[in-house]
Every structure is written in structure tokens, then in C-alpha cells.
């Protein structure tokens, strides 16, 4: 008999916890509990594996033992369980029984990799990166930052899932630690681990990570609403039984089948409620809740007719997520009726599968099924959420959708910890300088490098997601022009040019001098200058000293390599352009033009690098091109767009589409709709169902950008749409 309870069964934790621990220690789950449930749905060869790895994991933790007294391997036993359940694939189970092996083992990964096979032992090593992550819920603020982190570090859905069921575990089980610890795992749980179920729409979890989560941080508010819900069911429950009969006995009349239950609510839900509505229980007014479960989607619709039927629905509350899906998937008629008893039925209709996805989310997608299906590859969480994305589009307005998951549709953030544990939040490409001025502008301009994960790097090192990062600091260094070409994020930028322009105009001028001096060594001319070289310069600029020139370039307003360039034969002196203002700021004077490899837009993060015979070319950093060049830093220069440009700018987009008959002119028209001209298209036939599609737009800036993209995206023929890199 399996130990654990059956995850529909959330009744009492608390009377499950307080149970005596040696007690419920009889009768745990054995191997052969877990190989019963494998074995009705995973082939004999992968229960032998699942069994190979069981025994693997029982021999490493040999020894170990958990606070409740039991041997540790129990724990992993339970998790895998929790897993089989849901009917995971043979690898997530596996995992489940070897997830703690290199945290509290001497195992290593390329053990696992030889003994079980690379995908395995990368579910094991993306849940070990998990653990080591020091959550920490003291702070409210920083918990959505911490399921941003958890989410984009894990390339496959399936390590959330095995954390998740890991989790669950360490909450039916948390009775043995100590007060003090159990409240923070709690809250923990409650800020971190539950939300993200939630999100990936896994009700049955969610509302058990809740309620014990609940139950361990406010014992007797808990047990307060537990009794009250017990004493009303009791009250009701004939109430209840009648609906039910009745809705059972109009859907056969109309020869429909299906299932009609009663739902539960879930304690913490109640809480929550009475929390935001100000009202204590003793005035929570009672609703019945019922669940009809059919089978195809029409007959959700006939049921809402035959029940709309019976009693009359309560105006304005009822809601279609079977058109119009909900974020995390969740699909289901709602509608609220009025009752002959003086209180409001709740209904909800809802087909088979839309059950299962209501209950277990994104697992439901990775349910196993026969045949050729077994041995899918992983699904990264990116492609789930695409997946979702589908739904929504045939149902209707994506938006919904997108604000709630920009992190995996806009993979353009990166989240580092401090020294601290704090998480800061910098955009993708900010380098370990950046990182130091969103400390403190303090400490970024006294950074000389920094350690990360432990490891000293220089200050121009990228930070990844998931870094622990440690800034260097000597009281003698100073921030040089030459940073601006490191960093990334207004903030620092912003504040290297202000420390530059407070340094004493003497050293400033001094400073000028040899970057000047090194920026006319670097385009080939010599470093003393005539005196009609410098009047053609100044006069190029619009100045009349020499030296205001130096000290404007020492204090980082003037760019060295940008003047040096003016003294080559073929410079854009003071020309026409000057009349428009330019879109890019502090470059005037200079030839300018745009990357057609990545092909910026405003809005976009650039970087400016110098090019020969084509003066200086704006690129988006996370263009291929740039990253090549990043061993001379020295050839870029930090540049920034103007406030106000009012030009248009090419963009590259492209996308996937299903061969139908006028797509394109659909798409066309869409774009036109826009305000955007095609510049140029490129068609490609994948096979005969799709085809690939590269437009060349023109395009204000970013958000007009994104404006188009959206719309496109909300078109049933496209499968896939985005923006290119270079
Ligand atoms: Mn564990």
C-alpha cells in the first residue's frame, strides 16, 4: 500500500503531519509500489531501468537518513511516485530516484551519464542547479525574480516537474523539523514553489502545496477554516446531493453523458478571499460548487443550455475559457446560477481532457502515450509555452498570454545573485561592470573585476543567468572613457559619464591628451599634430581652443576615436546631414551607418564599431558579428540613440507559415495595416505544408515593431514568428 496520499486526497495535512513519524514509517512505499505503476503503462525494458536506478540510488544514499528517522532513499521513492502518477516517462522517473545523488553523494554527473544515459543524468544536474539556488522568500518583491530565475535556467519542463514533486514531498513531510524551519520552507513554498505550479497550470499541485504551506505558517487560522468548511459541508451536504441528482437526471433527459461532482474548496483559497475582501468567515456566504465533466466540446454547450435551463444564471458572471483560454492553459465554461436554496450554484463544464490539463498543466502534455510517442525528445519549456501560444491563437486576443510570460517569449533579461543572495535583474549582454554600478554606482567606479561563481573575470566578462557575482574593488581605481564601451545598461553608462565629467579639468585634459594621442596612433596618423590639422579640426567641430577640446574628450564627451577620424582623408566634415538631427547621439560629424547583419532599430541596446571606409556602423550587441570582434573592444564605442528620430529603419522578421491559399496577402495586408512598408521578401518552401518567410520592413522603432509582430503572430496560418538576430 503506497504511503503517500493519492494526489486528489488534500483533506488534512495537518492531521497527516502530526501523526507520530515512526508510525506512518510502516508500510512506506516500497520499490515494488512504484514498479505496480510503471509497470501498467511503461514498456518491461524501462521498468527494468527504472528498477536499475532505484538500486543505483539505494546503494549511494546507503547510510543517509532523513529528519523523520526513515532511510533517505524513501524520499526520492516518493517523488518518483508522485511522478508515475502522472504517468511521466520513464526518465523522469529515473531522475526522481537519483535527484539527490549529486547533491548528497559522491556521484558525479559523467557517473550517471555512463550508467543511465545523457538525458537522465542532465534532468539529475538540472535539478542539483535548482538546489543550490538560495531561495529566500524574506523578501516578497523578489519572489517573482526567483520563478523568472528557476524558469529560464531550466532548458527542460521535466526538471521543474521532478523539483516540483521533490518539493511536494518535503511539504507532506515536513512535521519532523523544527518550527523555526518548517515556516521558512513554507513561505517559501507559498512565494516561489506553488506559483509556478500554478503557472504551468497544475491545479492539483498548486492547491496542495498551498494548503500545507498555509497549514505550517498559520496553524490555527488553518485549522479555524478547516473546521468551519467541515461543519458547512455537513450542513449542505444533503443540499448537494440534490443538485447533483437533478443536473444528472436533465442531462440524461437530453441524452448527454457525463459526470457531475461536487468540488472542494481548497482552505488557503478561502483565506485568500476572506484576506482580500475584508470579511471574516462567519460572512463568507456559501456557494455550491459543481463540476460536470463530459466528453467533446459541443456537449459543454448543450450542458450550459440544458443547466441555464434549469436555474437562472446570475447576469454578467458567466465565462468562456474554452474560447478565450486562460494563461496557463486552462480551458472551461463558468457560469453561476441561481439557486432554489437561497444560494448560488457554481458551475463548471469542462470535457475529459480539459480536466487532466486542469488538474496537472504542462505534465498532461508529457503523459505517456504508446507507440511512437515514447521516446519524444525533451520539451523546453520555451516550445511548451509556443505550444500554449497555438491554443490561444485559435481562440483569440494573445495578450493575456504574453504579459504573463514575457520571460520566455522575451529571453532578453538575465538574473545574477549578489554576495547576498539578492537577485539583480540586468538586460542579456551586461557585463560584469554593469553589474557593479547596479550595486552601487559606488562600486562600479571603483570596480577593478570581479569573481564569478568564484572565478575571477576581467570587467567586460558577461554575466549568465543563475551567476553568483562578486565585484572587486581597489579605492584607486577610476572609471576611464574606455568603459563606456563595457557596459550595456543606461545606469552605468549614466554614471561613467557623470564621474568623468567631475574629474578635475586639469587630469582631463591631460587624459584627453593621451587618448587622443592612442586613437590617432590606431587609424595610422601621427601622434603630434600640425597647427593647421588642429584648426581644420576644431573648425570641423565648432570650437575655438585646443584644449577644451581635450579636456571634452578626457571627460568622455567627446568621443577619441571619432575626432581622430575626422583628420582622414575622405572625413564627413560639417555636411548637410547636420541640418536633420542625428538619430544617433555624440557621433556628429562622423560617417554613421546601420548594420545590415542585425539591422537596429531605436529602442534596440547598440553598440557602435568602427569599420573601415565606412566610418562608424551601429550593431545590436547580441549581433553575431559583434561578438566576433569583442577581442578588440577597443574598436567599439558606446553609442546611444537620440530622443526623438523620426526616420524609419529596416527590420528583418521571420517566420513560419502553413501553405494556404492568400497567406501572404494577408500577411502583407496586416503588415500594411501597420504602417510599415515591405522593402523586400524572401519565400522559401520547407515542404509542402509550410513554407519559411523573411520580410524586410520598415519600422519606426521597437514598439512598433513589436505591434506588427503581435498582430502576425495572432494569424492562424503562422506558426512561428520572430525578429532576426543577424
Ligand atoms: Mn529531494
Known amino acids: 500500500m503506497p504511503m503517500t496520499p493519492a494526489p486528489t486526497r488534500r483533506t488534512s495535512p495537518q492531521a497527516e503531519i502530526r501523526q507520530d513519524p515512526s ?59 508522485i511522478l508515475a502518477d502522472m504517468r511521466l516517462d520513464s526518465r523522469s ?17 559523467d557517473e550517471l551519464s555512463s550508467q543511465f544515459g545523457k538525458d537522465v543524468a542532465q534532468l539529475v544536474d538540472g535539478v542539483s542547479k535548482i538546489d543550490q539556488i538560495e531561495f529566500d522568500s524574506r523578501e516578497h518583491a523578489e519572489a517573482e525574480n526567483f520563478r523568472k530565475m528557476l524558469l529560464a535556467m531550466a532548458k527542460d519542463i521535466r526538471v521543474i516537474l521532478i523539483k516540483l514533486a521533490d518539493r511536494l514531498h518535503n511539504m507532506r513531510t515536513l512535521g519532523a523539523l523544527k518550527t523555526e524551519k518548517r515556516k521558512r520552507i513554507a513561505a517559501q513554498t507559498l512565494d516561489i514553489f506553488a506559483p509556478i505550479a500554478n503557472r504551468l497550470g497544475m491545479r492539483t499541485w498548486t492547491l496542495e502545496l498551498e494548503d500545507l504551506s498555509f497549514c505550517h505558517l498559520y496553524p490555527k487560522r488553518y485549522d479555524t477554516i478547516r473546521k468551519e468548511l467541515k461543519k458547512r459541508r455537513g450542513n449542505h451536504r444533503a443540499i448537494i446531493e440534490k443538485i447533483i441528482v437533478k443536473f444528472e437526471s436533465e442531462l440524461a433527459e437530453a441524452g448527454l453523458e457525463g459526470s457531475v461532482e461536487g468540488r472542494e474548496k481548497n482552505i488557503y483559497s478561502v483565506y485568500r478571499k476572506m484576506r482580500s475582501r475584508r470579511v471574516p468567515m462567519s ?53 453561476l446560477l441561481f439557486g432554489t436554496f437561497g444560494q448560488s450554484i457554481e458551475v463548471q463544464v469542462r470535457t475529459t481532457e480539459m480536466h487532466r490539463t486542469a488538474e496537472t498543466g504542462v505534465a498532461s502534455h508529457w503523459r505517456y502515450k504508446s507507440g511512437t510517442d515514447k521516446h519524444r525528445a525533451p520539451i523546453p519549456a520555451h516550445h511548451w509555452l509556443v505550444d500554449l501560444l497555438d491554443t490561444q491563437k485559435q481562440a483569440g486576443n494573445p495578450s493575456e498570454f504574453l504579459e504573463h510570460l514575457k520571460i520566455d517569449l ?22 560584469a561592470l554593469d553589474f557593479a554600478y547596479a550595486v552601487h554606482s559606488d562600486v562600479g567606479n571603483h570596480c577593478i573585476g570581479a569573481r564569478i561563481n568564484n572565478e575571477p573575470v576581467p570587467l567586460h566578462h558577461t554575466v549568465v543567468n543563475g551567476d553568483h557575482v562578486e565585484v572587486l574593488t581597489a579605492r584607486s581605481a577610476i572609471p576611464t ?10 545606469k552605468a553608462r549614466a554614471a561613467i559619464r ?27 596618423l601621427k ?14 567641430i565648432g570650437l575655438e581652443d585646443w584644449n577644451e577640446l581635450l579636456v571634452d574628450i578626457g571627460m568622455g564627451r567627446r568621443l577619441p576615436m571619432v575626432v581622430a577620424r575626422q583628420l ?53 550587441p547580441i549581433c553575431p558579428n559583434v561578438r566576433e570582434q569583442s577581442k578588440r573592444p577597443d574598436a567599439w564605442i558606446g553609442v546611444e540613440w537620440s530622443d526623438d528620430v523620426k526616420t524609419t529603419f529596416e527590420a528583418d522578421i521571420r517566420l513560419e507559415v502553413i501553405n494556404r491559399r492568400g497567406v501572404f496577402a494577408t500577411l502583407a495586408s496586416v503588415i500594411a495595416e501597420e504602417d510599415s512598408n515591405i522593402n523586400h521578401v524572401l519565400v522559401t518552401a520547407r515542404d509542402d505544408r509550410n513554407s519559411a518567410i523573411r520580410f524586410t520592413i520598415e519600422v519606426g522603432d521597437r514598439k512598433h515593431l513589436a505591434r506588427i509582430i503581435r498582430r502576425l503572430r495572432a494569424r492562424r496560418s503562422v506558426i512561428r514568428i520572430s525578429r532576426s538576430r543577424g
Open 481 to 490: 572613457p574606455l568603459w563606456l564601451n563595457y557596459v550595456v545598461t543606461a
Open 410 to 431: 522575451y529571453p532578453d533579461e538575465v538574473y545574477v545573485f549578489t554576495p547576498h543572495g539578492d537577485i539583480k535583474k540586468l538586460p542579456k549582454g551586461s557585463s
Open 527 to 540: 601622434t603630434r599634430l600640425r597647427t593647421d590639422q588642429k584648426i581644420q579640426l576644431l573648425k570641423h
Open 283 to 335: 460572512e463568507m456566504r456559501d456557494i455550491f460548487a459543481i463540476r460536470i465533466i463530459v466528453r467533446t466540446v459541443d456537449d459543454c454547450y448543450r450542458v450550459l443550455g440544458v443547466i441555464h435551463n434549469t436555474y437562472k444564471p446570475v447576469p454578467g458572471k458567466f465565462k468562456d475559457y474554452i474560447a478565450i483560454p486562460k494563461a496557463n492553459g486552462y480551458q472551461s465554461l463558468h457560469t
Open 498 to 524: 557623470d564621474f568623468l565629467k567631475h574629474q578635475q579639468e586639469g587630469d582631463a585634459g591631460k587624459l584627453g591628451r593621451q587618448l587622443l594621442e592612442r586613437a590617432l596612433k590606431s587609424v595610422g
Open 93 to 109: 522517473i529515473m531522475a526522481a530516484l537519483l535527484h539527490d545523488v549529486i547533491e548528497d553523494t559522491t556521484t558525479a554527473k
Open 568 to 620: 582622414l582623408p575622405g572625413a564627413s566634415g560639417t555636411d548637410a546631414a547636420r541640418a536633420e538631427p542625428l538619430p544617433i547621439r555624440g557621433v556628429e560629424g562622423m560617417s554613421v551607418s546601420y548594420a545590415r547583419c542585425c539591422r537596429p532599430i531605436p529602442g534596440d541596446a547598440i553598440v557602435g564599431l568602427f569599420s573601415r571606409g565606412r566610418g562608424i556602423v551601429i550593431h545590436r
Open 23 to 81: 508510525a506512518v514509517s510502516e508500510g512506506r512505499l516500497l520499490i515494488s509500489d512504484l514498479l505496480g505503476i510503471v509497470e501498467q503503462y511503461l514498456d518491461p525494458e524501462e521498468v527494468k531501468n527504472v528498477y536499475q536506478a532505484y538500486l543505483f540510488g539505494a546503494e549511494v544514499h546507503e547510510g543517509q537518513v532523513r529528519r523523520s528517522g526513515e532511510a533517505y532513499i524513501f524520499h526520492p521513492l516518493s517523488v518518483a511516485q
